[in-house]
């Protein structure tokens, strides 16, 4: 007996070093809701389909030479296959978006029928198969018309044609969505798409690095930025007032959250990782908590950054009902100089205002980048200790690979080491309700076309068919989901030798 306990301790102590992501589906509430996501631009192809017009993405990807999204994977037509897929794969919950120019192709007014019937055929096949929907209304895609007519997310006319647009999905969708992100990743949206002009609709101030066409990087980010708030507010209150109480859902804005770690420990590193976490997560959440944008933003920015009304403070604080975190990679934060830095911007914008490198860990790029599963951690327990412990979704996460290959070993680790990252967090109190890979299957990827991929399913982008074949992350990750994988690292040999031979391509 004696021994019997004395094996047991070392047996605990050793998985407790080596293993301390040891967990299973049970270590959640059963309520918490496991799911992937995909976005209408990245997954549905079928551009020119049924009445959809061009939204700023085709435009941005069009012009640039570079892949698009024309057919992607064609989710549009093989939708009832990929809910199969997710059945299968034991998913609870299916993150998409819902393209505006599909729904309502003139931007405002006429609603578009076939686009309408896509969308409730596509909520009524997971909800059949028991798949709770998490909706995400803008994903990088409002209608071309729009920007051409008044300069979309520059223009404050987009919040009322947002809003409108959000209350034709709250009417049409709402008796079967309770999960509504408004804006997707809305932080690097303001600034991938007004500041480095990365992402559609691609504004910059032209540099060294790239000529946008349009755009004003020191002040556009902040514009941007002030206009998908008081939309997102105008969305929320409307759901608010109208569906809420028949409903029962809830709604909130998703940023995108770097984790943030100070280069060395020298004051200086920490005073600049504290700046990078105002302009960084501050900028959205402080006015959705507590009405105003930090101080350290209002200081460095000056009279370019715009300044809320009384009421439109009012409108904005506690229009979020959770936080959507969007999460991929973890940075050091040193003070401006010639270090490397993620986004090496010359001239005014976003990063010169921080006055911050970003210093990537190991090789990391904007594609690219290694497992840090305390990032994660880090940055609930900020959201946690620094918003009043709202409730957070992890709306994305994930790793690309270049390799094509079934056996995508990698992103089983990366899944479960930041799983296991998110549980020590909920541990520790932090409210987190469910978690999202990204991505379901191979999609069109923002900034890296079809070079490299992020899917739990493969897809062949050469076959006509766009043959769907599952990774070995999509039998770890319905393992998992079934309870039948508790100790994921050593069960990943398992698994790896039951995965069929014929795996790889
Ligand atoms: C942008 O345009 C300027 C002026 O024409 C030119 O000097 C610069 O090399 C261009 N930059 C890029 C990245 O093409
Ligand atoms: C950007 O806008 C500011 C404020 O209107 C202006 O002072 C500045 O010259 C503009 N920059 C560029 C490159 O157009
Ligand atoms: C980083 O890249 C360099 C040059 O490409 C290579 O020599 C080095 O091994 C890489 N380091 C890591 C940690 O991948
Ligand atoms: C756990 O939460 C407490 C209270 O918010 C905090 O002081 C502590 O630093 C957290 N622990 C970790 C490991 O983050
Ligand atoms: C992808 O599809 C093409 C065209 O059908 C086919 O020739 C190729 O073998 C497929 N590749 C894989 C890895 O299945
Ligand atoms: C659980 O999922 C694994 C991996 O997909 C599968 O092989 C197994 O049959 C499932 N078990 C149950 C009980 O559903």
Not at 137 to 160: A, F, M, S, T, V
Not at 315 to 343: C, E, W
Not at 465 to 471: D, I, L, Y
Request: with cysteine; aromatic share 14%; proline share 5%.
């Amino acid at each position: 007996m004696k021994h019997l306990s004395l094996f047991s301790i070392i047996v605990v102590i050793v998985l407790g070093t080596s293993y301390s992501d040891a967990f299973t589906r049970k270590d959640f509430p059963e309520n918490f809701l496991f799911g992937a996501a995909t976005s209408a631009y990245q997954w549905e192809g079928a551009v020119d389909d049924d009445g959809r017009t061009p939204s700023v993405w085709d435009t941005f990807s069009h012009s640039n030479d570079r892949d698009n999204g024309d057919i992607t994977c064609d989710g549009y037509h093989k939708y009832k296959e990929d809910v199969k897929i997710m059945a299968e794969m034991g998913l609870e919950s299916f993150r998409f978006s819902i393209s505006w120019p599909r729904l309502i192709p003139n931007g405002r007014g006429a609603i578009n029928p076939k686009g309408l019937l896509f969308y409730k055929n596509l909520i009524k096949e997971l909800r059949t198969h028991g798949i709770e929907p998490h909706v995400t209304l803008y994903h990088y895609d409002h209608p071309q018309c729009l920007e051409d007519e008044y300069g979309g997310w520059i223009n404050r006319k987009i919040i009322e044609d947002f809003t409108a647009f959000a209350d034709v999905c709250f009417r049409e969708f709402g008796e079967d969505v309770k999960l509504w992100t408004t804006i997707n990743e809305a932080t690097i949206f303001a600034i991938g798409s007004y500041s480095e002009g990365i992402s559609p609709p691609g504004h910059c101030t032209p540099n060294k690095f790239i000529n946008c066409t349009t755009g004003n990087s020191s002040t556009e980010p902040y514009i941007a930025g002030h206009n998908i708030l008081l939309a997102h507010a105008s969305a929320s209150n409307l759901y608010k007032l109208k569906y809420k109480s028949k409903q029962r859902g809830s709604i909130g804005l998703s940023i995108y959250a770097f984790g943030l770690s100070p280069y060395t420990n020298s004051k200086d590193d920490e005073i600049a990782t504290q700046r990078a976490k105002a302009f960084l997560y501050g900028w959205m959440l402080k006015p959705l908590v507590f009405g105003d944008y930090p101080d350290e933003m209002k200081r460095l920015v000056g009279s370019r950054l715009p300044v809320f009304s009384k009421e439109e403070s009012e409108q904005v604080k506690g229009s979020s009902d959770f936080v959507g975190v969007i999460h991929y990679m973890t940075v050091y934060i040193t003070n401006r100089g010639p270090a490397p830095s993620l986004f090496p911007t010359s001239g005014q914008g976003f990063f010169s205002d921080i006055g911050v490198n970003m210093i990537p860990i190991g090789n990391a790029s904007l594609i690219q980048w290694v497992a840090i599963p305390w990032g994660l951690e880090g940055v609930l327990e900020y959201i946690k200790q620094s918003y009043n412990n709202p409730p957070i979704y992890i709306l994305e996460n994930g790793i690309p690979m270049t390799s094509s290959t079934l056996q995508d070993t990698p992103r089983v680790e990366f899944i479960q080491a930041y799983i296991g990252a998110m549980l020590n967090a909920i541990k520790n109190g932090s409210d987190t309700r469910g978690y999202f890979v990204w991505s379901l299957i191979d999609v069109y990827e923002l900034l890296s076309g079809y070079t490299t991929s992020f899917g739990m399913n493969y897809v062949n982008f050469s076959d006509p068919g766009r043959k769907r074949s599952p990774k070995l992350s999509a039998s770890w990750y319905s393992g998992f989901l079934n309870g039948t994988i508790d100790i994921a690292s050593q069960d990943i040999t398992q698994l790896q030798s039951n995965f069929p031979a014929s795996s790889s391509l």
